[in-house]
Each structure stands twice: as structure tokens, then as C-alpha cells.
């Protein structure tokens, strides 16, 4: 049996670490912070930087997410049990000289809580890491609105130059995995202007017709812009319909849904693609001739007991 041979650390050969890494490394220096390590990591052998990073220069990407209270709250109270802060954040350095988070914002707003001065943090190099990294961001998981807002954020960075330089090339497929679902940026149109407007009831709809377009991104965002127009004033019949069912006392939780379930033009055998401006055009026919005194509350929960076994 052939004997394991072991290298020592003296026998093993380092990598040079590139340029243009030891060039960032100064960078951090000069911006006031630390450079702990430069290492390749395990999958690419990409290069990266364990850093310590002035608080005051990090920020979270302008294209993300809002941060929770109630969850930056918690994040203080773990990082004062356990004694320790023990998740370093992900940075990206920009040209400004500030350091961009898209994961870790609200571990960074726990610590900066905490008055500290400094936060440790995985810097890459490539700065257009940190639009694609928000995609596998598993720090908070996201609702449907945080989602949606997320997306379009992401898609006016596109636009006007903040995460890529020249992003003219690219349409809105070509975003397909950092957006997740195309009725994201539908969704988050319209969540920017009606903070109390419910995408939920929409998704399963959505989800059939509102596909990703072959469009450069700036042609694509005026679709898009269309497409929020008319889901929302489709949304406008379900409020009122939802509030004349209140009046007749039926405050069901699930009575939007129920709504727009029973106007749905999509039923579950369909298998012939229709269109976005058709669907959306025959689900706001259908919601005017929805007849709201025919409803019963009883049927609203055995749809809602049915939506969830689904």
C-alpha cells in the first residue's frame, strides 16, 4: 500500500498574488482600514481580501432592500449573548471610496449599533459582484414586497450606470437569474407607489405571462412600466370589490385572493401561452362583472383551506 506523501509548508509553492490585488490592498490601507489576508478562494481560486473596514465608509448597495427593525434588533441581542461578532460581512470597494454591501447590511447596522468603529468584511475585486451576489442573499429571507423592491432597484442600477459601467448590451433576460422572477419588477413598480398594495393575489397569474423580455433593459423598463399600469389599475376594481364585501361582513383574510382567484382568465388546464396586456385585459373585464352579492363567506374559506393544502 502506497504511502500518502505529505508537503510541508516549506515545500509548498505560493501563489504571486496579482497586481492589481496588491494595488487594492494599499487602497484599503489609505482608506483607514486593515488587510488581514489575501487568499484565493476554494471554488475559482478567485482572489479576495479578508479585511477590517472603517465603519463609516460601508454602506449598503442603493439597490437593496430596506432594512427591518425588528431584525437589526435581534442581530444586537445575538452579537451581546454570544459575545462576539462572528459573521464578517461581503464589500465591494467603489470609485467613490466607499465599500458596498450586498450581504451584510443588517449584520453592519447591528455593529454600527453597537458603536464600533470597525466591521470585518470578504472584499472582492469585481465590483459587479455585488449586484449578481444579492441573488443568493440568505441573510434575511425576503418577502414578496422586500423582493420585488429589490428587483427594480437593481434594474434602474442596471440603467443608469451604478453597478456596470456600460450595461447596454444587455436585456432584461439576460438578467433572468439575478431578478429571479420577470413580475418582480412588475410588482415593484407598483409597491413604490402604493405602499399598502398586495401583490400576493397576483403571483399565480404572473407567474404564466409576465415573462422576461428580449429587449435591451431601458426599452424593457418602459414595458415594464406599462405592464405596473395596467395590473394596478386592475388592482383598483379588486379594492373596491374587497371593500363591499366588508361592508356585507366578510373580512375573510383571504377574500383578495379569492377575488382574484374566481377572475383568474388562466384556469389550471390551460396549456395555450397567452400574453401579458391580454391576460391582465380580461382579468379586469372579468373583476367588472364580478358579482359581489353572490358571494358567501363560507366559500371564501373553503378556497383559503384548498389555497393552502395547494
Not at 183 to 192: D, Q, R, S, W
Not at 226 to 247: H, M
Request: charged share 30%; with cysteine.
Amino acid at each position: 500500500m502506497a504511502k500518502q506523501q505529505i508537503v510541508s509548508s516549506k515545500e509548498r509553492v505560493e501563489p504571486t498574488i496579482p497586481e492589481d490585488i496588491q494595488e487594492l490592498a494599499k487602497l484599503i490601507e489609505s482608506d483607514g482600514g486593515q488587510v488581514l489576508a489575501i487568499y484565493q478562494e476554494p471554488y475559482a481560486n478567485a482572489w479576495q481580501l479578508f479585511v477590517m473596514l472603517p465603519m463609516e465608509r460601508v454602506k449598503p448597495t442603493p439597490y437593496q432592500r430596506d432594512l427591518s427593525d425588528n431584525h437589526v434588533e435581534r442581530l444586537v441581542n445575538v452579537i451581546r449573548t454570544v459575545g462576539r461578532f462572528l459573521d464578517p460581512i461581503v464589500a465591494v470597494r467603489m470609485p467613490t471610496g466607499e465599500y458596498w454591501t450586498p450581504n451584510g447590511n443588517h449584520r453592519r447596522a447591528a455593529l454600527e449599533a453597537l458603536g464600533k468603529k470597525m466591521i470585518p468584511a470578504i472584499l472582492l475585486p469585481d465590483q459587479t459582484v455585488a449586484f449578481q451576489i444579492l441573488a443568493l442573499n440568505t441573510e434575511k429571507a425576503h418577502n414578496l414586497k422586500e423582493k420585488s423592491l429589490e428587483v427594480i432597484r437593481m434594474y434602474r442600477g442596471l440603467i443608469e450606470g451604478i453597478v456596470l459601467e456600460d450595461a447596454s448590451g444587455l436585456r432584461e433576460i439576460d438578467m433572468a437569474f439575478q431578478f429571479e422572477e420577470a413580475y418582480y419588477a412588475t410588482l415593484g413598480l407598483i409597491y413604490e407607489r402604493v405602499k399598502s398594495f398586495s401583490g400576493g393575489p397576483y403571483t399565480s397569474l404572473l407567474r404564466k405571462v409576465d415573462r422576461f423580455l428580449e429587449l435591451p433593459l431601458r426599452e424593457a423598463y418602459e414595458v415594464r412600466v406599462e405592464r405596473s399600469q395596467k395590473l394596478r389599475q386592475a388592482d383598483e376594481i379588486v379594492v373596491g370589490i374587497v371593500r363591499k364585501l366588508k361592508e356585507r361582513g366578510i373580512t375573510h383574510p383571504f377574500v383578495k385572493h379569492y377575488v382574484v382567484s374566481q377572475c383568474n382568465p388562466i384556469g389550471r388546464a390551460r396549456k395555450v401561452a397567452i400574453e401579458y396586456d391580454e391576460a391582465i385585459d380580461k382579468l379586469t373585464r372579468n373583476l367588472q362583472e364580478f358579482d359581489v352579492e353572490a358571494v358567501r363567506a363560507e366559500d371564501i374559506a373553503h378556497a383559503a383551506i384548498v389555497g393552502e393544502s395547494e
